[in-house]
């Protein structure tokens, strides 16, 4: 049945979006989990704090394809005739990659990260233009709150913006804003720590 095939790819975005790379790079090569050290979080950032740069990039890399490579599939197997109806199929797909970053099978649905990377990788095939203004607001952010937080927050509110403005699509649009809304949520321990001002630093100060 056509609808089986249709499956197929979401679920396969899932599966994929489910590894945490974090977790497997550091206990592999660091012997740490960094699920019970620093912020708890499988991502990049935390890494970084914990076992260093290069696991670090490696991870950011890890989480960047499993968005990227479900939607180029996406987009190069879409047997759509319709545009709305291929932006729809490929907006599901990534969707899928995020729920599985956030949400791991593997990790029993806990644990898993907060979607800035793998959102990063869906929308790097979607609309790469976007990509880049996200980007830039956010090492901008970064550079001006010293906080990684708070330069994910911004790129992500400036997302569904930078994706309706270049691709002119409302179902893209509409898959950038669901993506946002995710994220915001996800960093809702940050939003308050930023408040607060307890939010852990970039660059600890005495190395700047």
Not at 99 to 123: D, E, I, Q, S
Not at 154 to 167: E, I, Y
Not at 180 to 199: C, F, K, P, S
Request: aromatic share 10%; proline share 3%; with cysteine.
């Amino acid at each position: 049945m056509i609808w089986i095939k249709w499956a197929v790819l979401p679920a396969a975005a899932y599966l994929l979006g489910s590894i945490p790379f974090g977790v497997v790079l550091t206990r592999r090569f660091a012997g740490i989990d960094i699920r019970r050290e620093g912020s708890r979080n499988i991502g990049a950032t935390n890494v970084r704090r914990l076992a260093g740069s290069k696991l670090a990039a490696l991870t950011l890399a890890g989480d960047v394809l499993k968005g990227a490579v479900p939607v180029y599939a996406a987009i190069f197997l879409s047997v759509f005739d319709q545009v709305a109806a291929r932006d729809a199929y490929v907006s599901v797909v990534a969707l899928s990659a995020l729920l599985g970053h956030v949400y791991p099978v593997y990790m029993k649905f806990k644990g898993g990260g907060k979607g800035v990377a793998t959102a990063a990788g869906c929308f790097l095939i979607i609309s790469p233009v976007s990509v880049v203004i996200c980007v830039l607001v956010f090492m901008l952010m970064v550079r001006w709150s010293n906080r990684v937080s708070a330069g994910s927050l911004s790129a992500a509110a400036v997302l569904p913006a930078a994706v309706w403005a270049v691709t002119g699509s409302v179902i893209y649009a509409g898959c950038a804003v669901m993506t946002a809304a995710w994220i915001g949520y996800r960093h809702r321990d940050n939003v308050r720590r930023l408040i607060n001002g307890t939010e852990p630093l970039f660059r600890d100060k005495k190395s700047r």
